[in-house]
């Protein structure tokens, strides 16, 4: 079971890097965004989820 979370964590964040890097935020910000993401697996998703650059598909 813990297996199977920590491989949903990981696509989930790499989702999450994927949409940040996709954005037309600075490289800065984009950087910053996914230290974060990177540094804090579960709760920098749970943060940018809510406050983070979206990428807009269109």
């Known amino acids: ?3 199977i ?4 964590i990981f696509v989930l964040d790499v989702w999450a ?3 940040v890097i ?3 935020e600075t490289t ?3 950087v910053l ?5 990177a540094i804090l697996p579960v709760l920098g998703l749970i943060i940018w989820y809510f406050a983070g650059p979206k990428a807009k598909y269109s």
Request: charged letters at 15%; a positive charge; zero cysteines.
């Open 22 to 24: 996709n954005t037309k």
């Open 28 to 30: 800065g910000t984009k």
């Open 33 to 37: 965004w996914i230290a974060l993401i």
């Open 5 to 8: 979370l920590g491989v949903i």
């Open 17 to 19: 890097i994927a949409s």
């Open 1 to 3: 079971m813990e297996f």
